[in-house]
């Protein structure tokens, strides 16, 4: 892997939270998912993570059998009127794709792709073209953070396409404080409109679920935000824990480091750990109860492991 810039708005992020202690280890926690996917390459890692054998068998897997198995049912929900597909954090919009294929031929569709990466925009119009969908949406608005969602939904509704089907799939919420995000979702919805949420859940077995998080392709993302901060991949040692509910994806310093950018230094000391990512699991109790709060109409499609749901919901 070719050096990295140094990156101005990861630095800002790094200066502005510092470091908390925990005993004698300083903790730095960048973990923001807005920052693994700012350039093309990061993009990519991201990808190539998605297409892992690992990631195919514990995440994509069992989404899609959940999708296959229950589409009778969701589809009903759904009617026949045209809908706008909202595709939150797109991906390559495979994802969406899949659903779109069920869809095709028993109602007009129109696609909207949602991503903080342009990379990853282009990628899923490219692929959605394929799928002789009616419409793909292409505004200043595909490129973005989920905050404008209220406002992307309210211009969809035109030209007869007054409903809108918002995904969220690939374990995205998990990303997220789920409150915050389930609020704006919400907001952005009608009574007529349909979210679909794909993710993990906490089966109380950490050391199973941490086997997902020993990737090297995890790895290969989210060393590239590190870089990006002036350390190297020699520098330090990738782990993730389950702890506070939710999977901590970070880095071990193995030497001291000083980092120099924008006039300000930072001394990076041996055994210092940067948290880079986190995920998020609720059980299944606890996950639906989040949807409860938030919907009036929730289903939950569970896999036949209780690892992975299928959330559909309606206010």
Same mark, same amino acid.
């Given at each position: ?8 708005? %990861?630095f ?7 470091y ?8 730095w926690?960048? @973990? ?12 990519? @890692? ?22 296959? +198995? ?7 929900? *759904?009617?026949? #009127?045209?809908?706008n ?8 919009? #495979?994802?969406?794709?899949?659903f ?10 129109r696609?909207?792709? %949602?991503d903080?990466?342009?990379?990853? !925009?282009?990628?899923?119009?490219n692929?959605?073209e394929?799928?002789?969908?009616e419409? %793909? !949406? +292409?505004?200043q608005w595909n ?7 209220e ?14 089907l918002?995904?969220? =799939? ?11 995000? =389930?609020?704006?979702?919400r907001? /952005? ?5 349909? *979210? ?7 089966i #109380? ?5 941490? #086997? @997902?998080?020993d990737?090297?392709? *995890?790895?290969?993302? *989210?060393?590239r935000t ?13 782990? /993730?824990?389950?702890? $506070? ?14 980092v120099?950018?924008?006039?300000k230094e930072?001394?990076? $000391? ?7 990512? !986190?995920?998020?699991?609720?059980? +299944?109790?606890e996950?639906?109860?989040?949807m +409860?709060?938030?919907f009036?109409?929730?289903r939950?499609y ?6 992975? /749901?299928l @959330?559909?919901?309606?206010?």
């Amino acid at each position: 892997m070719t050096k990295a810039k140094i990156n101005d708005l %990861i630095f800002r992020e790094l200066l502005k939270r510092g470091y908390s202690l925990e005993g004698n280890t300083r903790i730095w926690n960048i @973990a923001d998912s807005k920052l693994w996917y700012l350039t093309p390459p990061q993009a990519q @890692a991201f990808l190539d993570l998605e297409k892992s054998e690992d990631y195919q068998k514990d995440v994509i897997q069992k989404e899609i059998d959940l999708i296959n +198995k229950n589409i009778k049912e969701i589809t009903e929900k *759904l009617g026949k #009127k045209p809908l706008n597909i909202i595709d939150l954090g797109c991906g390559d919009g #495979k994802k969406a794709d899949l659903f779109i294929k069920k869809l095709r031929g028993k109602m007009k569709i129109r696609y909207c792709p %949602i991503d903080i990466s342009s990379y990853m !925009v282009e990628k899923a119009i490219n692929n959605i073209e394929k799928s002789n969908v009616e419409e %793909i !949406v +292409k505004l200043q608005w595909n490129i973005s953070d989920f905050e404008n969602l209220e406002n992307i939904a309210a211009i969809l509704r035109i030209n007869g396409f007054k409903r809108n089907l918002i995904l969220l =799939l690939g374990n995205t919420l998990g990303n997220f404080e789920i409150n915050e995000l =389930l609020y704006e979702i919400r907001s /952005a919805m009608r009574e007529e409109d349909v *979210l679909i949420i794909g993710n993990g859940l906490d089966i #109380k077995k950490s050391k199973d679920i941490l #086997k @997902a998080y020993d990737n090297p392709f *995890l790895d290969n993302l *989210l060393i590239r935000t590190l870089t990006q901060i002036g350390l190297d991949k020699k520098d330090v040692k990738y782990s /993730a824990r389950f702890k $506070n509910s939710r999977v901590e994806m970070y880095y071990t310093i193995l030497n001291d480091k000083k980092v120099k950018f924008l006039g300000k230094e930072v001394n990076f $000391n041996k055994g210092d750990q940067i948290i880079v990512a !986190v995920s998020y699991k609720y059980d +299944k109790d606890e996950f639906m109860s989040f949807m +409860k709060m938030y919907f009036d109409d929730a289903r939950l499609y569970v896999s036949k492991d209780n690892s992975y /749901a299928l @959330a559909v919901c309606k206010k």
